[in-house]
C-alpha cells in the first residue's frame, strides 16, 4: 500500500499484527485433532501400565496365599497340639518401683558439675548458693572454662552437668 502524503510504501497490516496472526495460526494448529496415523492420544487417556501390573502381581500373589492357606493352618495346628518346649527367658528382670527414700538418696549421692559465669552481672553465684542451700554435694568451677572442660572430658560419669551462663557464645 502506497501512502502518497508520506511518499513511503506501508504494508497493509502492520508487522506486530502479522506476529500475532502468524501465533495464532501456530496455536490453532497445534490443538486440531489429527485423524488416524496422527500423533499419539494423549497420555491422560491411556491406562497406567504401572498400575496394571500391580494389579496382576497382586492378583497372582493372593492365588497363592490362597493355596497356602490349608497347609499353614494344617502345621499350626500340629504345632500347638505337641507339648511346647520351654522357652529362655530374654527379658529383663522387673525391678521394684523406687521409693521416694530412694530417689532422694540418689539426689544425695549425685555427681554434679556446675559451670557459672555471673561475674558480668549484679545476680551473683545463684547456683551455688541454691545447691548449697538444698545440702548437695558438686564441683564448681566458676567461670574457668579450662577446668570445665578438662572436668568434662575426666572419666567421671556426671549425673549432672549445670551451666549458668550470660555468654552462650563463650561455653
Keep these: 500500500m502506497y501512502n502518497e502524503k508520506d511518499g513511503v510504501f506501508m504494508p497493509p ?4 499484527h502479522v506476529a500475532f496472526l502468524a501465533l495464532l495460526i501456530v496455536a490453532l494448529a497445534c490443538n486440531v485433532p489429527v485423524p488416524d496415523g496422527g500423533s499419539p492420544p494423549p497420555t491422560a487417556l491411556l491406562p497406567d501400565a504401572t498400575k496394571i501390573t500391580l494389579e496382576i502381581q497382586g492378583t497372582a500373589m493372593a492365588q497363592v496365599l ?8 494344617q502345621q499350626l495346628a500340629q504345632a500347638t ?3 511346647p ?13 523406687p521409693t521416694s527414700r530412694d530417689v532422694q538418696a ?3 549421692n549425685a555427681k554434679i558439675l556446675v559451670y557459672e559465669d555471673a561475674a558480668a552481672t549484679s545476680l551473683g553465684k545463684w547456683v551455688k548458693s541454691t545447691l548449697d542451700l538444698m545440702g548437695l ?3 564448681h568451677v566458676g567461670d574457668a572454662i ?26
Design 13 to 16: 497490516f502492520p508487522r506486530v
Design 66 to 73: 490362597t493355596r497356602q492357606a490349608p497347609e499353614a493352618t
Design 81 to 83: 497340639t505337641q507339648a
Design 85 to 97: 518346649a520351654p522357652a529362655a527367658t530374654t527379658e529383663a528382670p522387673v525391678t521394684a518401683q
Design 106 to 108: 540418689l539426689i544425695r
Design 137 to 139: 554435694k558438686y564441683v
Design 146 to 171: 579450662g577446668d570445665f572442660m578438662s572436668d568434662l572430658n575426666s572419666s567421671t560419669h556426671w549425673d549432672l552437668i549445670i551451666v549458668a551462663a550470660e555468654s552462650r557464645k563463650g561455653v
